[in-house]
């Protein structure tokens, strides 16, 4: 008797369109795994750089509204790109910052000697040139790729020259037009605005900022800070 040998059985395979299928699945979840990796890291980067010019750009505002505050300003220039102050010092050290009429000495301190009528000026200061059509990307994010900006920085200087830079050169302002429009409303964009405020004057200092951040990206980034002036102008 022949010995009975049972057949092993038959596996069933995947035939080659569904094996075309499966791979094709597996491609796009790759793909949209790797996308949205890529996505993360492009966000993370935006944020990275934001928050690092905030962090330097809140400290040069934190120095110019604590000066402010104090100060009493001739008006700001005509396209407000920069203004002039004076800070009550106390030129002959007895420690009082007025005369014995009651008069307040106005100045500022250099290399830590306060002088009696010193300036000391915030300004802003072009660095560069920025021109969307070459660029070909939306610089300020108006929707747009036809605007030119200078950009720059904001400064602090004193009367006798000194100078020290207090933001990097990522202030937008439009090219040749400081004061004019820079994101895109048609309205007016100064660094310094003075607007009266009750019985005061309140200074706002705008920057709009702008920074490379991945290949034809731009992220942007808008800072105001206002501060109520205890002091009257220098001039009228």
């Known amino acids: 008797m022949e010995p009975c040998i049972a057949k092993p059985k038959q596996q069933a395979g995947l035939t080659t369109v569904e094996m075309s299928v499966s791979v094709a699945v597996l491609v796009a979840l790759f793909a949209g795994f790797g996308a949205a990796y890529v996505n993360l890291a492009r966000l993370a980067n935006v944020e990275m750089s934001r928050a690092a010019l905030g962090l330097r750009t809140s400290s040069a505002a934190d120095r110019v509204v604590s000066e402010l505050a104090v100060a009493r300003l001739d008006p700001p220039a005509g396209d407000g790109a920069s203004v002039t102050f004076q800070m009550p010092v106390d030129p002959d050290g007895d420690g009082v910052l007025h005369d014995g009429n009651g008069i307040v000495s106005w100045g500022m301190s250099i290399n830590g000697v306060d002088q009696s009528g010193a300036t000391g000026t915030f300004a802003y200061i072009v660095d560069g ?47 040749g037009n400081h004061g004019g429009d820079v994101d895109g409303d048609l309205l007016p964009d100064p660094v310094f605005r003075i607007q009266e405020n009750g019985d005061r004057k309140l200074v706002t200092m705008d920057l709009f900022t702008a920074w490379p951040v991945n290949a034809g990206e731009w992220g942007q980034w808008r800072y105001q800070y206002s501060v109520s002036l205890r002091n009257d102008w220098v001039s009228s």
């Open 129 to 175: 040139q920025i021109d969307e059509t070459i660029l070909g990307t939306d610089v300020n994010g108006d929707g747009d790729q036809l605007d030119q900006f200078d950009v720059g920085h904001l400064e602090r200087t004193l009367s006798d020259g000194t100078r020290s830079m207090l933001t990097g050169n990522w202030v937008l302002q439009p090219l």
